[in-house]
């Protein structure tokens, strides 16, 4: 099934051609390596990370588990990065996003983790968005040699939700393989909204004023604002004043990446 507005569109003064948007589902296909490649007898069924994805650490040369534990459904979330927050959102929820939108279903989730666990805010958002069962992929450490791409997992039938180049191969760019087509965020933005009961739908921004939400990085590990304390007092004046909604000192709020120790949660209108 292809869908989605394959469009031109401009981004911080830079142009992109817009992505379509594909579902398929495969039968009888191995998932192998930390990027669960799809190995379809002599088939190799690529993402569309496309040449991103290092070939050497994901066809298998054997297999390390044998017999391979067997799927019968699952829908394919092994995105790239998975550890990061900002893939997590944008590109693993954003394809359950729209398979939830186009199909009105509920099928088990293949997802990416560390030894059968996932980080706090994961369990949380996809509780949000209904609960679903989960089976767990784990991501091995690069020095894992031969097990890094070993074939792990037989899918019976395998749906997988993937971007589309479209338009003329000039217009492709690089920096963009990490982001999901704008149609794919909507359905995410649509479905988190109503899940939250916040009442408000994308397409219609002016049932609402807009909520600016800033979570404060004061004690952050790893990409700290130098200027917060500046930045916070300007936005003070802008917004005319914040009212906090919960204590980044509490990790299982907030357990996103670089988000623990103290600081605040607040959100203005």
């Known amino acids: 099934t292809m869908f989605g507005n394959p469009a031109m569109y401009s981004w911080a003064s830079q142009v992109y051609q817009e992505r379509g948007i594909r579902i398929g589902v495969f039968q009888n296909v191995t998932v192998a390596g930390n ?38 459904l699952a829908l394919w979330l092994l995105v790239m990065f998975p550890a990061n927050y900002f893939s997590f959102i944008l590109d693993e929820l954003a394809r359950l996003a729209v398979f939830l939108t186009q199909q009105q279903a ?7 983790s560390d030894r059968g666990r996932m980080k706090g805010f994961m369990y949380d958002w996809l509780q ?10 784990d991501i091995l450490p690069h020095t894992g040699g031969r097990r890094l791409h070993s074939a792990r997992v037989l899918a019976r039938e395998l749906v ?17 393989f990490l982001l999901p087509p704008r149609h794919a965020l909507h ?19 002016r049932c ?14 790893s990409r700290r604002i130098g200027n917060e304390d500046d930045l916070l007092a300007a936005l003070d004046r802008v917004l005319h004043g914040w009212r906090a909604v919960a204590d980044a000192g509490r990790r299982d709020w907030l357990e996103g990446e670089g988000v623990s120790g103290g600081g605040r949660v607040g959100f203005s209108k």
Do not use: K, M
Not at 44 to 57: L, M, T
Not at 128 to 137: A, D, I, Q, R
Not at 187 to 203: H, I, N, Q, T, V
């Open 187 to 205: 359905d995410l933005r649509s479905l988190a909204f109503r899940a939250a009961g916040l009442g408000l739908e994308p397409a219609q921004p």
């Open 106 to 112: 509920r099928i088990p989730l293949l997802v990416p």
């Open 208 to 221: 609402r004023p807009p909520t600016l939400v800033y979570i404060q990085r004061a004690l952050a590990t």
């Open 35 to 72: 990027e669960g490649i799809l190995l379809q007898g002599c088939r190799i069924i690529r993402p569309h990370y496309d040449f991103q994805i290092p070939w050497h650490s994901n066809l298998p040369v054997e297999n390390v588990v044998s017999p391979l534990p067997v799927v019968p």
């Open 160 to 176: 997988v939700v993937d971007w589309r180049h479209e338009g003329p191969v000039e217009t492709w760019r690089n920096d963009s």
């Open 128 to 137: 949000l968005l209904g609960g679903f069962e989960l089976v767990h992929y």
